[in-house]
């Protein structure tokens, strides 16, 4: 089935189920940057299913992600999201383009965190080579790679480059805004899962460098 014919299914699928007057509440609680068709979560789930995306060739996938990306409302996004998770093992390296495009794209959490963790992670796991991309990221004037590059290892357990986590963490420990200063915490405390003494000992030595909020999320399970 060509790309057109999938984007059709969707939005048919979507469509059919639009709640209106849920979906005010859904835009607020986004702090009404993006509008909803008003189908709540579970329900959302059990459409994606029902849909049976077929697997495509990464650039037949990149081609429908995207397309999904530019409608208007939030869940088609999030039927974008669904299809990379189930998809990231087997894409070729070159993809991160076009993960980089939907992380610049409507950015918001709620994206952004699903494609560090679930794309860009696995993306970079299984393509070494990859692994300088997430070095400029860190360092980039968009913020939302930026946390991307930090979260990008949160998955990773026992197999998390440390030195590059904490490194990457020591870098962005000034910056102004939350939503790095909560991923730094967010990452530490998911590394503080596999490692706490590490985890402590860093924020120990990065005390009068870190956020008040970065430490208190990377201590949260620890003490």
């Known amino acids: 089935m060509a790309v057109r014919e999938l984007v059709d299914q969707v939005r048919e699928t979507l469509r059919s189920q ?22 709540a979560s579970p329900r959302l789930k059990v459409l994606i299913r029902g849909l049976k995306l077929p ?15 530019r409608e208007p409302e ?7 999201l669904s299809v990379l998770r189930r998809d990231a093992k087997k894409l070729d390296k070159t993809f991160i383009e076009t993960a980089e495009s939907l992380i610049v794209t409507k950015s918001w959490w709620d994206t952004v965190d699903e494609l560090a963790q679930h794309l860009v992670g696995v993306l970079v796991q299984n393509h070494a080579d990859l692994v300088p991309t997430m070095d400029v990221w860190v360092e980039n004037e968009n913020m939302w790679l930026v946390r991307t590059a930090i979260l990008h290892q949160n998955r990773y357990k ?8 904490f490194s990457y963490c ?11 200063r909560k991923a730094i915490g967010w990452a530490l405390r998911e590394y503080a899962k596999t490692d706490p003494e590490a985890v402590r000992d860093f924020v120990k030595r990065n005390d009068d460098r870190l956020s008040g909020l970065s430490k208190r999320e990377a201590l949260k399970n620890i003490g």
């Open 55 to 69: 697997k495509l060739a990464d650039k037949e996938l990149a081609s429908l992600v995207t397309t999904l990306w």
């Open 170 to 180: 020591e870098r962005q420990a000034g910056h102004p805004d939350f939503f790095i």
């Open 18 to 39: 639009r709640d209106a007057e849920r979906a005010p509440a859904m835009k607020a609680y986004m702090r009404d940057q993006f509008e909803f068709l008003g189908i």
């Open 74 to 80: 939030r869940e088609y996004q999030y039927v974008a």
């Open 158 to 165: 026992s197999q998390t480059d440390v030195t590059r986590l």
